[in-house]
């Protein structure tokens, strides 16, 4: 009798901590944790702070709305910012112009920071770019005309989903 309670013990705790397996999925657009019901066979994935089917989790592409390039008052220059959202990450592009404008300050190691806002103009996020690391975009002469860098971050759909606008501050 001592030897089936025995058993019965150590089986049944080992039986019911089995139902859940957690699974980590990488590629190339970043980690998932899954986890799998062994009894019914479902999937949910960890999205958001929250478990969800697999067929709830958003995977499509978000554009920021279009906006006009904003004046950086005192220097002459302009920047338009354009972002997606895309599996967890934000795509985004930064653009300065006109390079006559900005040389200058590319040489001397300037900063322009783009502050993702929500629609109290609460800090959401911050993009960094420094000027010496944006690429010159040349004119058919090859001239140059602006300054732009293209870039990636993770952010979750929550807070691109709260971001309304943006602006900018530089330091140069």
């Not at 657009?29 to 019914?40: E, I, K, N, P, S």
């Not at 302009?78 to 934000?90: A, E, M, P, S, V």
């Amino acid at each position: 009798m001592k030897k089936r309670l025995l058993l019965v013990l150590l089986v049944v705790p080992l039986l019911s901590g089995c139902r859940y397996e957690l699974v980590t999925g990488l590629s190339e657009d970043g980690g998932r944790v899954y986890r799998l019901d062994r009894f019914t066979g479902t999937l949910t994935v960890v999205d958001d702070g929250a478990l969800k089917t697999v067929s709830d989790v958003e995977s499509d592409a978000s554009d920021l709305p279009s906006s006009e390039a904003r004046t950086l008052a005192g220097t002459g220059a302009k920047i338009k910012f354009d972002g997606k959202w895309r599996n967890g990450k934000l795509f985004y592009r930064v653009n300065l112009s006109p390079y006559s404008k900005l040389k200058s300050a590319r040489d001397s190691n300037g900063t322009v920071w783009v502050d993702l806002l929500d629609s109290d103009d609460y800090v959401v996020d911050t993009i960094n770019v420094s000027l010496s690391g944006m690429t010159q975009v040349v004119d058919a002469k090859g001239q140059p005309q602006a300054l732009e860098f293209v870039g990636r971050k993770q952010m979750s759909r929550s807070d691109f989903n709260a971001m309304s606008s943006w602006g900018p501050r530089w330091a140069f």
